[in-house]
């Protein structure tokens, strides 16, 4: 019976069409981050600065064929200039903090003094391509933390599944890619957090007859195609 309902597991891993969370706990766009929208809404004088702080690996810190870094086509400016052309009268900060290489365990340990120092109002999180490295269970350990302390300061959290890599088997549910993915769903209907699910945007145009290599500038970095995906998908939490 356990094999059986793993298998089912699995393959729910593999074809997703968006995770499910009934029954769960997941934060929702509706409602999330309408504090924060209602300060970028507001006009001077009565308005503020918000800050918005995109922490992980080399995706956010804008790397396309390394060592090139592409600030300006990469999913946090973006966001940024999606933000600001959807709330005019908005001061608004996005702040990357990312660093090329980098796991989740690194990223925790300098959490604090690099990011909750921002005062952020929001904070993403993307590590799930380098986390295969460190494990699920160390990447666990070090994505609660950072949750954790987000959440203790006041920023609202938004969690990233990965971006693909052109050597990962999308298809297979046992590929360590997908296995973080799933991780990173879990984590977000646990902490009542924001979800950006990556990984099942790539996969369903993939689905659809589109291929990987048009989203990617190298084997595991997106180019401008692929980082819209990702930016139009956090745009969806921000109305």
């Avoid at 309902?5 to 069409?17: K, N, S, T």
């Avoid at 503020?48 to 064929?65: D, L, M």
């Avoid at 604090?112 to 699920?136: F, K, M, S």
Wanted: net charge neutral.
């Amino acid at each position: 019976m356990r094999q059986v309902v793993l298998l089912l597991q699995m393959v729910l891993w593999a074809y997703p069409e968006g995770p499910d969370i009934s029954g769960s706990a997941t934060a929702t766009p509706d409602t999330y981050l309408q504090s924060v929208t209602a300060e970028l809404s507001r006009q001077w004088p009565q308005n503020r600065t918000v800050n918005i702080v995109c922490h992980g690996h080399s995706v956010p810190a804008g790397y396309f064929r390394t060592p090139v870094v592409d600030t300006f086509n990469a999913y946090p400016h973006l966001l940024h200039r999606g933000l600001k052309e959807r709330f005019p009268y908005a001061v608004v900060n996005v702040v990357v903090t990312a660093i090329g290489g980098e796991h989740s365990e690194a990223g925790a340990k300098r959490f604090e003094r690099d990011v909750l120092a921002l005062r952020p109002d929001v904070v993403t999180i993307d590590y799930g391509l380098n986390d295969r490295g460190v494990g699920l269970l160390r990447a666990e350990t070090a994505w609660k933390a950072m949750i954790a302390q987000a959440k203790a300061a006041g920023a609202r959290v938004i969690l990233l599944t990965p971006t693909p890599e052109t050597g990962a088997k999308l298809d297979d549910p046992t590929d360590l890619l997908n296995q973080h993915a799933e991780q990173i769903r879990r984590l977000a209907r646990e902490n009542s957090v924001a979800l950006v699910d990556s990984l099942v945007e790539f996969q369903t145009r993939l689905r659809a007859g589109e291929s990987l290599e048009s989203c990617m500038s190298q084997s595991n970095h997106p180019n401008r195609k692929g980082h819209e995906i990702v930016a139009a998908e956090l745009l969806k939490w921000f109305h």
